[in-house]
């Protein structure tokens, strides 16, 4: 963490206690745990979410379950939650971690591809949608979630920077870059959206649906 992050993270509220054993037991135990959304993004889609007041959610990667408890967190009333992860490996893990929520009746949890599962639901369902599954499918998944948006709806999609190499020389076998910039580079001539980026973490673009 830079100095700037740092400064940061100590002057937004607190992370919770659980949301920081989770970040803390992904950082130990599992190969990729800085995918975890961390402390300085979580606030940030709760505070999202409180300014958005969606009725229903879709969150296309879960992985331990970080981010879905920050947008739950966020959520008021009778508003839902629906978050899709397609590595099985990952269910008891999430499953513990929403059990030791008070927000985890504001969520259902399905396990399988988020590329087949978005499919099954009616257009116009949600008012958000964080999309942070699979980079070399972002395009693809984009095309199928903007008809899910409600009109003045918002997408919220992670990593659009891409730890830098979006502005660097692109290696020919990098499948995930090359991803994230066939998203961009279409995302900028989609007039059907309104879109910016935030240099947020890895990069944030907050996409509104016109």
């Known amino acids: ?9 100590e002057h937004i509220d607190s992370e919770p206690d659980l949301l920081k054993q989770m970040y803390r037991d992904a950082q130990v135990k599992l190969l990729h745990g800085g995918m975890s959304s961390g402390h300085l993004q979580g606030r940030l889609l709760k505070m999202f979410v409180q300014m958005i007041r ?10 331990t379950g970080y981010s879905a408890l920050c947008i739950a967190e966020g959520l008021g009333g009778n508003a839902s939650l629906d978050t899709i992860e397609i590595d099985d490996e990952m269910e008891d893990i999430i499953r513990d971690n929403f059990s030791r929520s008070s927000y985890s009746d504001k969520i259902k949890l399905i396990i399988g591809d988020a590329n087949d599962v978005v499919l099954q639901y009616d257009d116009s369902t949600f008012d958000l949608i964080f999309m942070d599954g699979n980079k070399r499918d972002y395009l693809q998944l984009y095309e199928k979630i903007l008809p899910k948006t409600k009109q003045g709806g918002f997408i919220i999609a992670d ?11 692109l290696k ?17 001539s989609d007039d059907r959206v309104e879109k910016v980026i935030l240099p947020v973490r890895d990069g944030l673009t907050l996409i509104r649906k016109k």
């Not at 963490?1 to 993270?9: A, G, H, Q, R, T």
Request: aromatic letters at 10%.
């Open 54 to 63: 969606p009725s229903r959610v879709l969150e296309i990667g879960t992985y």
């Open 172 to 188: 020919s076998n990098d499948w995930q870059t090359k991803g994230i910039l066939e998203f961009n580079d279409n995302l900028k």
């Open 1 to 9: 963490m830079d100095s700037i992050e740092e400064y940061i993270v």
């Open 159 to 169: 990593n659009t920077l891409w730890h830098g190499k979006v502005v660097e020389e």
